[in-house]
């Protein structure tokens, strides 16, 4: 997974046949590089993406670029305010593209047929980042508009490569593409990969790569020590706040007190404790759909149970339980 020099080696997370590659690592160890230097090397026409409009406005100015640490002579040229080319000769022709993910529906209309690969580089925010709404829908048609009907035409599918570091575990894309809960397995376990080749996608974390037990040493990581910042940035851990009270429980010491969306709130018998996951036991009146006007009855009639989730007193038997709880009461 990593070259003699202890970076992330391309060549090999690219030999996997799944479309869409999720690679989750330490700060500086070569994702964008490495992206970068993999597409142009192959010969890849590529598009990079950004979360937001501001994020491509930055590195479309030379001193921020991404490219010029892999090549000195590639120019970034806007097409129009939403979409910027990236050229290699002041009047040729592009071979590369950039965009955000935030403004990518005012491009409908460009051809992106020659688009092969995808690299979605930062696409889990910063914790002070603003979230795009509806994130994660937004990068599904991100994707529909650049690939559109050739899997029909007989060729193959764009490829994705997206970039992150361990900011969030709970992101909009893992939250929409369901991989909060295989992401969650592989961290109690250890794992260093996933692969699901019905779905076509694989995730990496970049968790034991020679360059960040380099870093460690360095004066910054001694000055931060023991953080959630070092944990992040070294370890790949995401931050231990999300993982608090994450205990799965023995439902026969519980009854089911209120069905909301896609989660079932119980309450223990003889402790004032409660319980989240998704299986049902039992029948209660207290039921909500995930729509938006349930919801606003769900915080009204059961604000008590957001009182004891700032309290401690609700356990989860898995994060995503605990990442819905906290968005059907609207509060992530």
Known sequence: MYTEAGYIDFDYIMKDPNVFKFIIGGRGSGKTYGAIKWALDNGKTMMFMRRTQTQIDLIRNDAFSPFAA???NIMVKSINKNLAGLYREENGAPFGYMCAL?????????DASE????IYDEFIGEAHERAIRHEGEAFLNAYETIN???ELQGRPAVQVLALANSNQLANP????LNLVSPVERMLKNGNVFYKNFQRNVSVYMVNHSPVLDQKERTALYQLSGDSDFSKMALKNQFTTEEMDHIAPQDLRQYKLACVVGEIC???HKSLKIYYVTDHRAGSTENTYSSGQMDLKR???DMYHFWLAYLNGKI?????IFKVLFERYFNIS
Request: proline share 0%.
């Open 70 to 72: 892999v090549d000195k």
């Open 102 to 110: 935030s403004t990518i529906s005012n491009i409908r209309g460009f």
């Open 115 to 118: 688009v092969d690969l995808i």
């Open 148 to 150: 559109r009907n050739r």
């Open 173 to 176: 894309i893992f939250v929409e």
């Open 265 to 267: 709130i119980y309450k």
């Open 298 to 300: 769900f915080r009204r």
């Open 315 to 319: 356990l989860f038997e898995s994060y």
